[in-house]
Each structure stands twice: as C-alpha cells, then as structure tokens.
C-alpha cells in the first residue's frame, strides 16, 4: 500500500544522494529527511525543510541549496510542481496521476485499505477503563472505553499485536467497604436492624446486589457465621455482579477485552511478594521507621514512596508495580495505561518502579482521559459514585445510542477536558458531526442505487484524470490518499482524536464536491470517473469508522 508521506521522503532522499554524487552539495549522504504538511495548503501538500535545517553544515544559502534539489525532485512524475520558497522550503504538489493511482488503489483494497503490514510487529498491552468493580460504569469511563478502544484500533491498523485490558481492583479496603455495604443492605432487606458504614456506597445499585444475592445466594450467606467471612462473601458477590454489568456495558458499547485481570490474583500468587523481592535485588528500596521506600526521586518523583507499610501489609503501589512486572512478563514490549482525571502525579512513580525493573521508559506509557462534563437541559449533571448521584454509561448508551457516544468521546483531544452536550447529541442534522458523517456515507450509497436505477454501469477503479478539473474534486483526492499516513501518525502518537477530525474533514470535502459535480452525466467516462471518486469516499468513510466503532448506514 502507498503510503504517500513516505514515498516523498525516498523520493527527496534519493534526490539529495543524486545531488551528492553530482557534487553540487558537499555533505555525507542522508538516510532520512524531514516531511512536514505546510500550515496553508496553498503552500503544496507536503514540505521539507532540509536545505533551512542543513544552512550551518552546508554553509551556503538555503535558498541555494533548495533549488538545486529542486532540479532533482522535479524530474519525478510523482509530483505536479516542485517551489522552491523562502527562507529554504521545499513546497511539493502531488500529481493527477498519482492521485489516479491511490483511488485504484482504494477500490482494490477496499476494507483492507489502511491497513498497515509490517514485517517485525510490536506487542502491545493496552489497559484502559480499569474502573473500581464498586459500582456501574460512568461517563468518564465511558470516554476512556471509546479512546482507548480506538487506540487499540488504530494500532492494530498501524502494523501492531494489541491486546486490551481490564484491571479489576478487587482487593483492599475499598472492596471490604463494598462488602459492608451490601451486607448491610442485605440485613435490612431481611428485616435486621444495623447501623449502615459511615463510609459506605449510598447508591441505589447496592440495594440492587443486596436483592441479587437475597435470592441466589440467601442459604449460603446465612450460613456464615463469622463476621469477617460473611463481609468477604459479600464483596465477592458484589464484585462478581458489578464486574458481570461492566462486561455487559462494554460489550454493547462494541469493546472486547481480551482479559480481565484480577489483582486479587496478584497477592494470591505470590506476584506481589517476588516484585517486593526484585526491587530489593535492584538497590531501589530502603527502609525507615519500620516502612520500606521506593526510591522514586531517582526516576523524577517528588518524593519516595511506601511500598511495605510498618506492619507488613503491601501498599497499593506495591500491587501496581507487580501488576505492570506482569504485562512485561507475559511478552508486551510495550504496555500503554489509559487513566482517569487527577492521576498525573502517580505517573512518575509507576514509570519509575518500571525503569528499575530493567525497561525502557519508552515501553511505558500513561495517557490521562481527562474529565467529562455531562450537559444535560442547560446544567451540569453531578456524578459521585458513592453517593449515587451520576448518570452512568449504560444511561448515556439508552439515551444516546452507542455510535454518537463513541464519536463525541473520540473527536476531541483525551487530555482536554470534555462538554459532552446532549442536546447536540440527539440531533439528527448536520449540526451533529456523527450523524454529517454517516449521511455522507448514506448519501453516497443512494448515487449508487440511483445509477443501478438507471442502467448505468459502473466499472471500479477505471478513471480518466481529466475529469479531475474541478478544486473540490482534487482536495478530495488528496484527502483520500492521506488516510494510511493518517492512520500511522494517530498511532505513532497515541492521539485517536486525530482520525476523528481527519473523518469530518473528507465528509466536508465530499459535500462540496457534491455540491460543485453532477455525477450521474450522461458522459460514461466522466460518469465512472466521478462514480470511482464517490466510492473511494465511500470506503474510506465507512474504514474510518470502523476504527472509531461507529456504524456506516446505507439508508438515513
């Protein structure tokens, strides 16, 4: 598969080596150039700043130095024009023909266009939602489901192995709270007077589990006779029927994990207790006060970090560190962690505790999703779990559908906070960007069943670059043969936003080529030609998509 942005940068490599051998320029041969996308499209499609970059080792004027790699690149048919510009650019405008060349190329490939092949594939972990199995998902969560899903999906298409993960945190103080609660629930439910947890879950969905295990597990819990067991038992039920709603959730909100890891299993196993021992091994830990330290300031941390608390009892990080020596351990070479709000400063110390464990700091990524305001009638819904007042994601899926939801989450930057307006959201015009790119598909689809209507054959990928005379119909040409660098760049950055934006703009392209371009002519070689345009359109769209988890609907 073509991709355009590299072609270029052989095209300009070859051509400055040529020039080298020429000695016109006097500087060791080059391997890699620079290939920017000017800030004003008038300014060509692609960009180098080599001969401005290369000024002070070449030592002559970039503008020199630029034509006369000019001179080179120009004589590839590859290009259309070739400027040289101030103060050293290298302006490059793609030709017809190659933009012929890229919509065979789409047509051929159909749903496998985009998709990257490559010959050593990283494997890669990403874990992203990991909420607290103490109760439903909420929107937050549902932000992080639908970015890290469509990183994952982006990876994948980049060329990757990627594996999705759950972290279930089902162990601690937080869980025997859990269990508190719903035992608490339970005994009132039955008649038996207490006293409810300070710090317990108010929320309604606690009663929920108390009637859940009232009437599947009643003769088993009453059946205990040990106060500690019986919160125990609780939790676990409870764990088991929230994680159960989550799978649920994620299922219809199209997210499939390939495991759901317990760190129960971590203290279990003996995980926890062997990663203690390796840091120990590694000179990383100290004690003092009867409390063992991380020495987390040597990795940029503000300050160590407790590890083994004063009676022997692991702290939480302790658990995450052998949770992340784990993802290492079971082969990833790369292990990407999708967070919540308000978790930046535990960054450094996980980061950190990985690097002492033997890894590059570049096989670990944290990304934040952060936070989500949830409009709804013109204010702003309050979420806390605790308390039972949020709106969760299984809400926002009935209200909205899963397709909207998705797109909204994905089509803005993960680290910007998010007005998530719901108003716009039901909306079924153009206003709403998800429903503006599915008409685009819909639309396109209904050409194709008017010109099946009228006996006009339609012969794939055969198309005459003469018919491409109109500006609307070559920026929408040059969009199209972005999409595989588009892709590889969303990937290489881990920014999924970036393919939502790329959606929106080709959708605005088409329209105005629409607008501007009669397709079903009578004239069958312009007609096919535009017909070839529209389908490229129209399977880039629907890949697009695909990768977002939206539906491409045939009919609106």
Known sequence: MLIIKEKIESIVVESINKAIDDKRIDIPKVSEVKIEYPKDEKFGDYSTPFALESAKLLKKNPMDVASVIAEYVSKNDFF?????????????????????????????????????????????????????????????????????????????????????????????????????SVLSRYRTLNGIENEFPEEGYRGEYIKDIASFINDKFKSEADSITDHSELVDFFAKKAIEYNVSGQKEVMSRFKVNYKQWFSERTLHEDGSVENTFTDLKDHGVLYEEEGKTFFRSTDFGDDKDRVVMRDDGRPTYLLADIAYHRNKFKRGYSKVIDIWGPDHHGYIARLSGAVKALGHKESAFRVLIAQQVNLIANGELVKMSKRLGQFSTMADLIEEIGTDVARYFFVMRSMDSHLDFDLVLAKKESSENPVFYLQYAHARICSIFREADSRNF?????????????????????????????????????????????????LAQLFHRFYAENRVLVDDEARRNSLLTVCDCVRIVIRNGLSLVGVNAPEKM
């Not at 005379?469 to 936003?497: C, F, G, M, R, W």
């Open 457 to 505: 054959p339609y012969i794939k990928g055969v198309s005459d670059t003469s018919v491409f005379d109109s500006p609307e119909t070559v920026a929408l040409l040059k969009a199209l043969s972005k999409y595989p660098e588009e892709i590889k760049d969303a990937a290489n950055s881990l920014e999924p936003h970036r393919i939502g934006v790329f959606l929106l703009k």
């Open 80 to 180: 259309e024009k070739v400027d040289v510009v101030r103060p050293g650019f290298l302006n490059l405008y793609i030709s017809k023909k190659v933009l012929n060349e890229v919509s065979s190329e789409i047509i051929s490939l159909a749903d496998s266009f985009g998709i990257i092949k490559k010959n050593n594939p990283e494997r890669v972990n990403i874990e992203f939602v990991s909420a607290n199995p103490t109760g439903p998902l909420n929107i937050v969560s549902a932000r992080a489901a639908a970015v890290g899903d469509t990183l994952a999906n982006l990876i994948t298409a980049a060329g990757d192995i990627v594996d999705r993960e759950f972290y279930i945190n089902d162990y601690g103080n937080q869980v025997r709270l859990l269990g508190e």
